[in-house]
């Protein structure tokens, strides 16, 4: 079955997986941990290693690894993942393990070719030290398979008998890391019905990704056809609808994952992934230093690609001398406003009127015009006049053309002032009803929100499709809508705009790529279905948040 011709999708599926699952899921996502690198090494010599740069034949010293652990836990990580290369190889690794249980880490954790496990005197005494959980690195399911991949005969043998060993003795969670290639693609159904059959029930299936191995001569037979190969991918995937297996996504394209989008990666991750690139993004912000791996043909293959261009045009945007807006949240203000591009809008999210009469007043003479997001209001319109030249309306000195209402009340506040600036309201259960009723307002904007957490789409998103399909929002074509595409609303939406975020810069001015990657996470991730590259809206389309299409699915975008 095609992806297009899946019924409707992610809010039937996720009511038949039940919350509990997706919550545990999202959970889990968000759980802080602390990743220590044990080691430089492997004895296995995985043909598609995106570690093997690193790989020096060395282990990391023992205090920098006890240091790691114990300051880890100390900033709040609640799973410590020992991972290497190979970690098991340190000799120290059983110590380590048993210095996370005595940190008072509630979960330790490590990802491991396994080997190691067969030996039942180290399994055992990993067990008695508190490792809590093993992720088996398992890419076959047969010798000729795994071995061949990993380049390493006898690998398979070793590790299955350390996988089944450390499954019978009922002391661990046992999971399965399958790097998907072209080699093994067409096998991953058969895969895990093998390694269930085992008892294993929980996978973490990783796209392939153009780093170290897998990017070099043998990339030719490591890369496929995600089109040619959907059936199989999909196969896999319905393992998921099993209530007692449980499938993770990782670094996977989000468009192929139709009809199984619960499973799309929490975005959420993505800063684990920049976390694990601090140095190369350090050098690109602060030296203009291009990362390595940024050449067109690898980064049609990334899953971070979105992320880096994301980078790519924020940076720009630090240096513009001009830009459409700058948006300020709260203390985001650098040390610097002046130094910021001059905008022809301010967005301002707030607390309360005199914190945003504060942060404008940062800027001085720049006499854009300002947005205010307000989580209290009171006292606003008290603070508007109307100028009798211009017919605008007035706030601190600026031109206000519009202001954000999330919920109903505070919309119907604001409607209420009598002058002319914009009401965007954020559609929701809550704000639906208010909407309907005011839909005619040449004042009013319908703006989608984006959330964090998938779970929040969930339960505060509209039936967007539904809801504009309504004789009395069919019956307003004037009102005017944000963020939603085209062929979900049945009108043009509000253009994006180019926008400078301040919680992405740092008190230098510069982009800061950890707050910049929790700002893309909440509100630049987009994603589009397969089928919207034949939409003659395309080019001019950002298509939904990711989180979005987790929760709803990608069924209802249908191309023009």
């Not at 100390?74 to 290369?85: D, E, H, N, P, V």
């Not at 914009?422 to 929100?449: G, I, K, M, W, Y």
Request: hydrophobic share 40%.
């Amino acid at each position: 079955m095609a992806p297009s011709d899946n019924a409707p999708l992610a809010d039937l599926q996720n009511e038949l997986l039940g919350d509990s699952k997706i919550d545990a899921h999202e959970n889990a996502a968000h759980e802080k941990r602390n990743w220590v690198r044990l080691s430089y090494d492997c004895n296995n010599k995985c043909i598609f290693c995106l570690d093997s740069d690193a790989h020096n034949g060395t282990m990391r010293a023992n205090d920098e690894i006890k240091v790691q652990i114990i300051q880890g836990r100390k900033k709040g990580a609640q799973r410590l993942i020992l991972s290497g290369g190979e970690p098991t190889m340190h000799p120290n690794f059983l110590d380590f393990v048993l210095l996370g249980k005595r940190a008072g880490y509630p979960k330790v954790q490590t990802v491991t070719n396994g080997r190691m496990f067969q030996y039942p005197q180290f399994l055992q005494t990993a067990a008695d030290n508190g490792l809590h959980e093993i992720t088996f690195s398992l890419h076959g399911h047969t010798a000729k398979l795994h071995d061949g991949l990993v380049g390493t005969p006898g690998a398979f043998v070793e590790e299955v008998a350390g996988l089944k060993a450390a499954l019978a003795s009922q002391r661990f969670i046992i999971n399965i890391d399958i790097v998907i290639t072209k080699r093994n693609v067409k096998h991953l159904p058969v895969m895990l019905e093998t390694f269930i059959g085992w008892g294993v029930k929980e996978f973490d299936l990783l796209h392939i990704i153009p780093f170290g191995n897998a990017w070099s001569e043998a990339r030719d037979f490591l890369f496929y056809d995600l089109d040619g190969n959907l059936e199989y991918l999909q196969q896999a995937f319905a393992y998921a609808r099993r209530p007692d297996v449980h499938i993770w996504l990782n670094r996977f394209p989000p468009p192929y994952a139709e009809g199984f989008e619960d499973l799309i990666q929490d975005p959420y991750k993505l800063n684990d992934e920049v976390r694990g690139r601090k140095d190369e993004f350090d050098r690109l912000v602060a030296l203009g230093t291009k990362l390595s791996c940024r050449q067109p043909e690898r980064c049609k293959h990334c899953y971070l690609e979105t992320l880096c261009d994301g980078a790519d045009v924020a940076i720009a945007a630090t240096k513009a001398k001009e830009i459409d807006v700058v948006r300020v949240a709260n203390d985001s203000l650098p040390a610097r406003p002046s130094a910021l591009a001059n905008a022809r809008v301010l967005s301002l999210v707030a607390e309360d009127v005199a914190k945003a009469t504060a942060i404008a007043g940062s800027f001085g003479t720049n006499r854009a015009d300002v947005e205010l997001d307000l989580v209290d209001a009171t006292g606003l319109a008290e603070s508007i006049t109307v100028d009798a030249a211009s017919s605008r309306a007035k706030w601190a000195g600026r031109s206000l053309a519009r202001c954000v209402a999330r919920t109903a009340e505070a919309a119907d506040a604001l409607l209420a002032i009598d002058a002319p600036f914009d009401v965007a309201v954020h559609l929701s259960n809550e704000t639906e009803a208010f909407v309907r009723a005011h839909a005619v307002s040449p004042r009013l904007v319908v703006l989608q929100p984006n959330y964090d957490r998938v779970t929040d789409a969930r339960a505060h998103d509209v039936d967007t499709k539904a809801f504009f399909a309504l004789p009395e929002i069919a019956a307003a074509p004037g009102l005017r809508v944000e963020n939603v595409p085209a062929c979900l609303s049945g009108r043009t939406p509000l253009p994006h705009r180019s926008t400078l975020d301040t919680e992405m810069v740092g008190s230098d001015g510069r982009l800061d790529m950890t707050r910049y990657t929790q700002r893309f996470v909440a509100d630049g991730f987009y994603t589009k279905a397969l089928r919207c590259k034949d939409c003659s809206q395309n080019a001019t389309c950002r298509g939904v948040h990711v989180n979005w299409a987790r929760a709803h699915g990608f069924a209802p975008l249908r191309p023009f």
